[in-house]
Antibody
Framework: QLQLQASGPGLVKPSETLSLTCTVS??????????WGWIRQPPGKGLEWIGS???????YHNPSLKSRVTISVDTSKNQFSLKLNSVTAADTAVYYC?????????????WGQGTMVSVSS | EIVLTQSPGTLSLSPGERATLACRAS???????LAWYQQKPGQAPRLLIY???SRPTDIPDRFSGSGSGTDFTLTISRLEPEDFAVYHC????????FGQGTKLEMK
């Protein structure tokens, strides 16, 4: 059964880099035929797509965040990761990793439980 | 960027009633690539509908989606107590964007 688990520091200081990892179990990233994405949700607000990655390393990003976002994949560990630099309080959110139905611009059919990240000094 | 506007912001209904939630796009959604998700407090979203009207096999048939172009609807035919939650729409016809959500609360 496919499961995703996001993990990382729960507190990041302003101007620093937020780093999260999504560990995938039940499916091998290598050779998978779908994209894997990051989505975030500020407290009490809606969902925002951050970006998506294929097992080969091909990535797509939300244009509003693109200059600050790096998404990478480590197939040997069956993980993909998110780095968001120069964070501010506006980046405080629950961060989810999820599997997409197929393409990078597709719906998300399996989600991890999410991890809360607060940006504060 | 396609902006999705969901209405109403909050819907108050009783178990057994029919719920109709709307999602309007700022421009036509290519191939009607529109999805709906259910999110309960403290949980991740769950995919209910994709391609405007298709339902994953584990989703009860009281959930249905309809619409095309810029106007889409999620209908819950007969509300169960576990259906009270926040519902999000997402378009994936042109990049990926989400609506702001509709809260379905028990009256």
């Amino acid at each position: 059964q496919l499961q995703l688990q996001a993990s990382g520091p729960g507190l990041v200081k302003p101007s620093e880099t937020l780093s999260l990892t999504c560990t995938v179990s039940g499916v091998s990233l290598s050779g998978s035929t779908y994209y894997w994405g990051w989505i975030r949700q500020p407290p009490g607000k809606g969902l925002e797509w951050i970006g998506s990655i294929y097992y080969s390393g091909t990535t797509y990003h939300n244009p509003s965040l693109k200059s600050r976002v790096t998404i990478s994949v480590d197939t040997s560990k069956n993980q993909f990761s998110l780095k968001l630099n120069s964070v501010t309080a506006a980046d405080t959110a629950v961060y989810y990793c999820a599997k997409q139905h197929g393409r990078w611009d597709d719906c998300f059919d399996t989600w991890g439980q999410g991890t809360m990240v607060s940006v504060s000094s | 960027e396609i902006v999705l506007t969901q209405s109403p912001g909050t819907l108050s209904l009783s178990p057994g009633e029919r719920a109709t939630l709307a999602c309007r796009a700022s421009q036509s959604v290519r191939n009607n690539f529109l999805a709906w998700y259910q999110q309960k407090p403290g949980q991740a979203p769950r995919l209910l509908i994709y391609s405007a009207s298709s339902r994953p096999t584990d989703i009860p048939d009281r959930f249905s989606g309809s619409g095309s172009g810029t106007d889409f609807t999620l209908t819950i035919s007969r509300l169960e107590p576990e259906d009270f939650a926040v519902y999000h729409c997402q378009q994936y016809g042109s990049s990926v964007t989400f609506g702001q959500g509709t809260k379905l609360e028990m009256k």
